[in-house]
T-cell receptor
Framework: GEDVEQSLFLSVREGDSSVINCTYT??????LYWYKQEPGAGLQLLTY?????DMKQDQRLTVLLNKKDKHLSLRIADTQTGDSAIYFC???????????FGGGTRLMVKP | DTEVTQTPKHLVMGMTNKKSLKCEQH?????MYWYKQKAKKPPELMFV???????INESVPSRFSPECPNSSLLNLHLHALQPEDSALYLC?????????????FGPGTRLTVT
């Protein structure tokens, strides 16, 4: 079955760049997503990338996809304290639009 | 408008109670989802509705009963729950399920079963 993995924790200083990594096993993934979850809240869709793309940039966010290595990353430029949250990567690969989530990376931004 | 709303925000119920969670979206989406999220874990899919019909039930116990009265509303009826059912229940919607479309999540209902 499909499996999506993320490191548990990342700590950065305000103003630095953050890079959150994700690996997946299903080579038929078609869409890959990044969601942000603040404490006690739902999931906010940040960005997504088609599997035929290598990179997508959206303001402070850059998504890189290495399809050969099945590796996805989210770079947040000029990280702010408001970026502190849990970040989930997720893949969707089939009709039925079922998401498989990674375990989440907790980002802590220190002032 | 990419908003999915859920009520109530918090719910405490006893094991013999019957309660319902509600979810609403006005984006014209034809797919709606219920997820369960335990603390420090990713969301787990429970049910998928496509065009108001139940299309996926991820082997969820019958004490959870979903209902889709119309294309904008999704309910989750709860009866005889166990303390281990305490979790954040998230609703999501997407354009449909025929292709991978981004899912938009509501803020969740935090359920505590006593």
């Amino acid at each position: 079955g499909e499996d999506v993995e993320q490191s548990l924790f990342l700590s950065v200083r305000e103003g630095d760049s953050s890079v959150i990594n994700c690996t997946y096993t299903d080579s038929s993934s078609t869409y890959l997503y990044w969601y942000k979850q603040e404490p006690g809240a739902g999931l906010q869709l940040l960005t997504y990338i088609f599997s035929n793309m290598d990179m997508k940039q959206d303001q402070r966010l850059t998504v890189l996809l290495n399809k050969k290595d099945k590796h996805l990353s989210l770079r947040i430029a000029d990280t702010q304290t408001g970026d502190s949250a849990i970040y989930f990567c997720a893949e969707s690969y089939n009709a039925g639009n079922m998401l498989t989530f990674g375990g989440g990376t907790r980002l802590m931004v220190k002032p | 408008d990419t908003e999915v709303t859920q009520t109530p925000k918090h719910l405490v119920m006893g094991m013999t109670n019957k309660k319902s969670l509600k979810c609403e979206q006005h984006m014209g989406h034809r797919a709606m989802y219920w997820y369960k999220q335990k603390a420090k874990k990713p969301p787990e899919l429970m049910f998928v509705y496509s065009y108001e019909k139940l299309s996926i039930n991820e082997s969820v116990p019958s004490r959870f009963s979903p209902e889709c009265p119309n294309s904008s509303l999704l309910n989750l009826h709860l009866h005889a729950l166990q303390p281990e059912d305490s979790a954040l229940y998230l609703c999501a919607s997407s354009q449909d399920t025929a292709s991978p479309y981004e899912q938009y999540f509501g803020p969740g209902t935090r359920l505590t079963v006593t």
